[in-house]
C-alpha cells in the first residue's frame, strides 16, 4: 500500500464532529477501552464493542504508530456478587472464569490482545490513592464507610454527555441515598455489606464504586492525559461523564483527546441487553456460525451506526467469508504449481499486467481514503475489495487458457494486496484457507442438520435420478438442499457442494427460560429478514446496553 496516506479523522463524541487525529506525544498513541463485568458469558454488544476498538487498534498498527493498549476488567462488581450467590462461588473465582471466556471469545474473533488488560481487584491501591486525592482536593465527602463525588462542585459537569444533573439515572449503578448532598452524587467507595468481598481502606471496609475504577487504571497505565477513550455508546452518560469528573477532581491537568463510542446492537429494532433477556452470547452464534463471519456482519455496519442482528445478515457475512477464502485458495490452487515451473526456466520476473495495476490502484486508494474517514469499514467490505475479488476470479479462468508469467505475476500481486487489507480488518485467520474453508463446511452442515456423508449420498441420488432423466426428482432434491444453505454444483461431470445463503432464510427467536443466555431456536422465513444499517448513525437516543454489563 505505496499510496500516499490520507490525514486520519475520528469522530469525537466530546465535540459531536470529525477531527484530525493527532497524539500528544509524536508516533505514540495512548487508547483506553472500557472492557466487560466479567460475570456471566460475553454477548453480541460486547462482541461489537471489541471488534470495533481491534479495527482501530490494527489500522493504527497499520499507520506505524507505538500504540499502549488498555482495556480492563470490572471484577468487582455488585452484579459478579449476586452472580455468586447464586451458584455458590466465591466472586473473583466466578469472575477470572468469565474473563478467561471472555479472551477466549476475543480470539475466535481474532481481536488483538490489548497491551494490558487490569482488574478492579488488582488495582485496589491505586483506586483508593485516587479516592483519597479526590477527597483532599474538596471533591468528595465520606457518609458511615460510603465516599460519594459531589458532582455539584464540578463546573463541566455534562460537558461529554450534555445532561443535566436531575437526568442521573438513579438506580443505573447510581444508587438512591438520602445521604447523599445532591441526588446524582455517585459513589467512589461502598462500605462493606455482610458476606460480600471487601477491602481495607482510610473509610473502613468496603469495595469501589463502579466509575471510579476506568480513572485510576487509565491514570496508572497512561497518565491523566491520553490519546483516545473508548467504549459502547450508552457509557456516555453516566459512566464516562462521571470518569471526566473523578479524574478532574483528582487532578486539574486531566484530559483524553478524543472520545470514541460504537453503536449498540439490537434484536428486531430492540435494544440488545441481559436486562431485558433478548440477547445471544458470542458462543452461541460461534458454534453455528464461524467467528469469521460474525466479525464481517459486526462490521458491515460503521461503528458509530445501530446495528441490527438478524440470521438472514449473518448468512451474508457467511457467503462473504466463504466468498474470500474460496477465491484466495483457488488461487494458490492455480498459481503454486505453474508459478513453480515457470521459476526453474530462470525467466526474468515481468511487471503486472495494466488491469492488475488499475486493480490495486483503486483498492489502495479506497482503502486510505475509506478507513482514514473514522474507519468506514462497511465501504471497505463491500467495494474495490469485491472489485479485487472478481479480477483474481476473472484472471484465474485466462490462466486455464493460456498460462502466462506476467499473468501468474498479476494475480500474486492482487492477492497480496487483498491480504494486507483482510489483514487490517481482522479477516484473515492463523489457519489455511484450506482449514477455514472447511471449518465454514462444518458450520454450514450443522446448520443443515446433515452430515457430510448424508449430503454425499444425496448427490449419488441426485445423479442417479438423472441419469433416470428424473429431472423433477433431481431439481427438487437441489431445491431442497439450498432452502437449508447446501448448494449443489455441476463442474464438468462432477457435482459438489458448497455452503450457500438458505434460499427460505432463517430467522432467529429467544426463548426466555430465565434472563441467562438464551437458547436460539430457528424457523423457516418465506421472506428475507435483511435490514438496511445506515453508514452514518442517527444520534445518540434509545441506547442502554451496557458495554461493562
Not at 459512566?239 to 483528582?250: C, R, V, Y
Not at 441487553?273 to 452461541?284: A, C, D, M
Not at 474507519?375 to 485466462?398: C, D, W
Request: proline share 4%.
Amino acid at each position: 500500500m505505496a499510496e500516499e496516506q490520507a490525514e486520519f479523522r475520528i469522530y469525537n463524541s466530546m465535540s459531536q464532529q470529525k477531527e484530525i487525529f493527532k497524539t500528544k506525544v509524536p508516533g505514540k498513541v495512548s487508547m483506553y477501552v472500557c472492557g466487560v463485568t466479567a460475570y456471566d458469558f460475553s454477548h453480541l454488544g460486547h462482541a461489537r464493542a471489541a471488534v470495533s476498538f481491534d479495527i482501530l487498534f490494527r489500522y493504527l498498527k497499520h499507520l506505524d504508530y507505538e500504540i499502549t493498549y488498555v482495556r480492563n476488567f470490572t471484577d468487582v462488581d455488585d452484579k459478579i456478587i449476586k452472580r455468586a450467590n447464586e451458584t455458590g462461588e466465591d466472586p473473583l473465582m466466578l469472575s477470572n472464569r468469565f474473563c478467561d471466556e471472555y479472551n477466549a471469545d476475543m480470539a475466535d474473533l481474532q481481536c488483538k490482545t490489548p497491551s494490558k488488560e487490569p482488574r478492579v481487584s488488582e488495582h485496589l491501591n491505586e483506586i483508593k490513592d485516587m479516592i483519597t486525592q479526590i477527597i483532599s482536593n474538596g471533591y468528595a465527602y465520606e457518609v458511615d464507610g460510603d465516599v460519594f463525588y459531589a458532582v455539584d462542585k464540578c463546573p463541566n459537569y455534562g460537558m461529554l454527555s450534555g445532561q443535566r444533573l436531575e437526568h442521573n439515572r438513579a438506580g443505573e449503578r447510581v444508587a438512591v441515598d438520602s445521604r447523599k448532598r445532591h441526588p446524582a452524587d455517585f459513589a467512589l467507595w461502598k462500605a462493606a455489606k455482610p458476606g460480600e468481598p471487601s477491602w481495607d481502606s482510610p473509610w473502613g471496609p468496603g469495595r469501589p464504586g463502579w466509575h471510579i475504577e476506568c480513572s485510576a487504571m487509565s491514570a496508572c497505565y497512561l497518565t491523566h492525559k491520553f490519546d483516545i477513550h473508548g467504549g459502547g455508546i450508552d457509557l456516555i452518560f453516566p459512566h464516562h461523564e462521571n470518569e471526566i469528573a473523578q479524574s478532574w477532581a483528582a487532578d486539574h491537568e486531566s484530559h483524553v483527546s478524543y472520545w470514541m463510542h460504537n453503536g449498540h446492537v439490537t434484536n428486531n429494532n430492540e435494544k440488545m441487553s441481559k436486562s431485558l433477556g433478548n440477547f445471544f452470547t458470542i458462543r452461541q452464534i460461534t458454534e453455528r456460525y464461524h467467528p469469521l463471519a460474525l466479525r464481517h456482519f459486526l462490521i458491515s455496519a460503521h461503528y458509530r451506526s445501530p446495528l441490527n442482528y438478524s440470521i438472514s445478515q449473518l448468512e451474508n457475512s457467511s457467503d462473504a467469508i466463504y466468498y474470500i477464502f474460496q477465491t484466495l485458495q483457488d488461487c494458490k490452487d492455480a498459481v503454486s504449481p505453474l508459478l513453480q515451473g515457470e521459476t526453474e526456466k530462470n525467466e526474468k520476473v515481468p511487471q503486472i499486467n495494466e488491469a492488475a495495476k488499475e486493480c490495486i490502484k483503486k483498492l489502495n486508494v479506497e482503502f486510505q481514503t475509506k478507513m482514514s474517514d473514522d474507519l468506514q469499514t462497511p465501504v471497505i467490505l463491500t467495494g474495490a475489495l469485491q472489485e479485487a475479488l472478481k479480477f483474481v476470479n476473472t484472471s484465474l479462468k485466462m490462466l486455464k487458457k493460456r498460462a502466462q508469467l506476467q499473468l501468474i505475476q498479476s494475480l500474486l500481486e492482487v492477492e497480496k494486496e487483498v491480504g494486507k487489507v483482510l489483514d487490517v480488518l481482522g479477516l484473515l485467520s492463523s489457519k489455511s484457507y484450506a482449514e477455514v474453508l472447511h471449518q465454514l463446511k462444518d458450520k454450514a452442515l450443522n446448520r443443515a442438520g446433515l452430515t457430510e456423508d448424508e449430503v454425499l449420498h444425496l448427490i449419488e441420488e441426485r445423479t442417479q435420478a438423472r441419469i433416470n432423466k428424473d429431472f423433477a426428482k433431481s431439481d427438487k432434491m437441489r431445491a431442497d438442499l439450498a432452502t437449508k444453505g447446501i448448494a449443489l454444483m455441476d463442474v464438468g461431470n462432477e457435482i459438489i457442494w458448497r455452503p450457500c445463503i438458505p434460499s427460505e432464510p432463517l430467522v432467529a427467536e429467544v426463548v426466555h427460560r430465565d434472563q441467562r443466555a438464551p437458547t436460539v431456536e430457528e424457523k423457516q422465513s418465506s421472506s428475507s429478514v435483511n435490514q438496511k444499517v445506515d453508514e452514518i448513525p442517527g444520534g445518540r437516543e434509545g441506547n442502554d446496553l451496557h458495554t461493562t454489563t
